[in-house]
C-alpha cells in the first residue's frame, strides 16, 4: 500500500509557464483534495473531488484546474504560473460519506516560480 | 464557509510540562475534529481525532476535548518531550467543500530540555 503518492517533489518555474502536479491513492478513495501551505496560512483548499468526474472549487482555486478521470489520481494544472503561487502543495484523500473519516495526506510538492 | 480560529500560534514550554492548543469552529453541521502533527519539511500526519458524539478521547500522552455548545476543542499534551516540537493543526470537517476538512492555521509547539 503505497498510500498517497505525489510528484514531483520539487519544482521551478518561470512565471507563465504550465505544469500538472500529478497525485495518486491506492486506497479506494472516493474523495481527493488539494491544499496549498503557506507561512502562517495553514492549509487552504485549492480543489476537492467527491469521485471520478466529479471536481469542484475550493477556498483559493484561482490559476489552478483539476480533472479526476479515475478514482485513483487526482492531477493539478497550474495554467499560467505566477510567483503568488509559490508554496508547498499536498494532495489528500479519504472516504467520501463511511468511516474511519482519517484524511490521508502525501509527501508534498514544492513549487517555486520565479 | 467554516471558519476555524486556533490559539495560541507560538507555544515554548519546557519538558515534561503541559501543553494545550485551543480551537473553535463556525459551523454548526461539523461533526468530526482531527488534529494533525507536522514536522519540518514532512506531510501533516494525524494524531488523534474525536467525532461530535464524544466529548473526551485519550491516546497515552494526548487527549483531546469537544465543547459542541461553545464549538470549541482542544488538544492536551501532558509530560511534554523534545519530539513533540512541531507544527499541530486542528480541522473540522464542516457541511461546504463536499464536507472538507478546513484548517487552523497551526501551532508551533517547541519543547526545551
Known amino acids: 500500500n503505497a498510500g498517497v503518492t505525489q510528484t514531483p517533489k520539487f519544482q521551478v518555474l518561470k512565471t507563465g509557464q504550465s505544469m500538472t502536479l500529478q497525485c495518486a491513492q491506492d486506497?479506494?478513495?472516493?474523495?481527493m483534495s488539494w491544499y496549498r501551505q503557506d507561512p502562517g496560512m495553514g492549509l487552504r483548499l485549492i480543489h476537492y473531488?467527491?469521485?471520478?468526474?466529479?471536481?469542484d472549487q475550493g477556498e483559493v482555486p484561482n490559476g489552478y484546474n483539476v480533472s479526476r478521470s479515475t478514482t485513483e489520481d487526482f492531477p493539478l494544472r497550474l495554467l499560467s504560473a505566477a510567483p503568488s503561487q509559490t508554496s508547498v502543495y499536498f494532495c489528500?484523500?479519504?472516504?467520501?460519506?463511511?468511516?474511519?473519516?482519517?484524511?490521508?495526506f502525501g509527501p508534498g510538492t514544492r513549487l517555486t516560480v520565479t | 464557509g467554516e471558519n476555524v480560529e486556533q490559539h495560541p500560534s507560538t507555544l515554548s514550554v519546557q519538558e515534561g510540562d503541559s501543553a494545550v492548543i485551543k480551537c473553535t469552529y463556525s459551523?454548526?453541521?461539523?461533526?468530526?475534529f482531527p488534529w494533525y502533527k507536522q514536522e519540518l519539511g514532512k506531510r501533516p500526519q494525524l494524531i488523534i481525532d474525536?467525532?461530535?458524539?464524544?466529548g473526551e478521547k485519550k491516546d497515552q500522552r494526548i487527549a483531546v476535548t469537544l465543547n459542541k455548545t461553545a464549538k470549541h476543542f482542544s488538544l492536551h499534551i501532558t509530560e511534554t518531550q523534545p519530539e513533540d516540537s512541531a507544527v499541530y493543526f486542528c480541522?473540522?470537517?464542516?457541511?461546504?467543500?463536499?464536507?472538507?476538512?478546513?484548517f487552523g492555521k497551526g501551532t508551533s509547539l517547541l519543547v526545551t530540555p
Open positions: 489528500a484523500s479519504r472516504f467520501r460519506d463511511r468511516g474511519p473519516y482519517e484524511q490521508y
Open positions: 486506497m479506494n478513495h472516493e474523495y
Open positions: 473531488s467527491v469521485g471520478a468526474g466529479i471536481t
Open positions: 459551523d454548526s453541521a461539523s461533526n468530526y
Open positions: 474525536i467525532r461530535s458524539n464524544v
Open positions: 480541522a473540522s470537517r464542516g457541511s461546504n467543500s463536499g464536507y472538507a476538512l478546513n
